[in-house]
């Protein structure tokens, strides 16, 4: 067989193989994640942020930027952090702003540098691109995760943490692909959608995924969320997180199967179940 054949065949192999390769959905490399449909009533999500930051005495930064009006109509931010102190933090810092060189100085980001946790409260995740994509804050958030620090999010700080921003657009929250599509990435190939149930959400991340079909879709109803240590995550709270990666389940082969997306499949994962991301795949499920 002459050079060139062989050279031919190598490349067609090379071809099939990364054109049909599944893209890979992966969290963070260290830290925690902890991602919130809204709705945060139950105490486990507080509790559970706190026992991953280290305690109550772990200095946390709330950032509350989603929010049209942080800290009321008088703007008072202290009242943003409340909540965490009177479920027992000692260290809270509230971070805000809508100017990109402020995400840039020193003195804003230095809190975020010392925490051991980091809350993002609900509202637009737009805004939380527009003050911090590309800035030092950003990095920051980063370096949280890298020291095996926590990120917590919910409804808008749930959806912000996935790479496609779902409901992204400035004008109304029922646009899936808006004018912003690019989260903040910390699980990567991923949609995240939020108040799922309690809204009827249920089909509508499907808009995303027939146009984007190498995206993992996820959609967490209120009151409930995912803990996301490396590709592993489980369920916490009191309702369900829909999981969309084109499988559902066989009786007969006992297995999760492909199926097409005009199926429009998902899997219902509720308190203690658990996700393997990087295999896209129902691990344990009560």
Known sequence: MCRTTISTILLLVWWCATSFAQPVTSGPEAGTLIIIGGAAR?????????????????????????????????????????????????????????????ADQDT????????????????????????????????????????????????????????????GDTRTNTIMMGDHEEGFGFITNVAIDQHTLARNRQFDIFEILEVHPHLLGMSIDE????????????????????MYDGTEWNDATREYEPVPIERRPFHTLRRGDVYDFAKRKVVKKR
């Not at 709330?62 to 049209?68: G, H, L, N, Y």
């Open 108 to 167: 804003f980001v230095a809190p975020i540098h010392a925490a051991r946790g980091i809350w993002l409260t609900g509202g637009r995740q737009w805004r939380l691109v527009d003050a911090y994509a590309g800035t030092r804050t950003l990095e920051a958030m980063w370096d949280v995760l890298k020291r095996g620090g926590v990120i917590a999010g919910s409804s808008a700080g749930a959806t912000i943490q996935g790479s496609y921003l779902a409901r």
């Open 42 to 102: 139950d105490t486990v999500f507080v509790n559970t942020f706190m026992r991953m930051a280290g305690g109550p005495d772990a200095p946390i930064v709330v950032i509350p930027t989603a929010q049209e009006q942080p800290g009321g109509a008088n703007g008072d931010l202290e009242r943003v952090g409340d909540y965490f102190r009177e479920h027992g933090f000692n260290q809270v810092t509230v971070r805000h702003t809508r100017d990109r060189a402020v």
């Open 223 to 242: 009151n409930t969320g995912i803990v996301v240590q490396g590709n592993t995550g489980v369920v916490i709270g009191n309702s369900y997180l829909l």
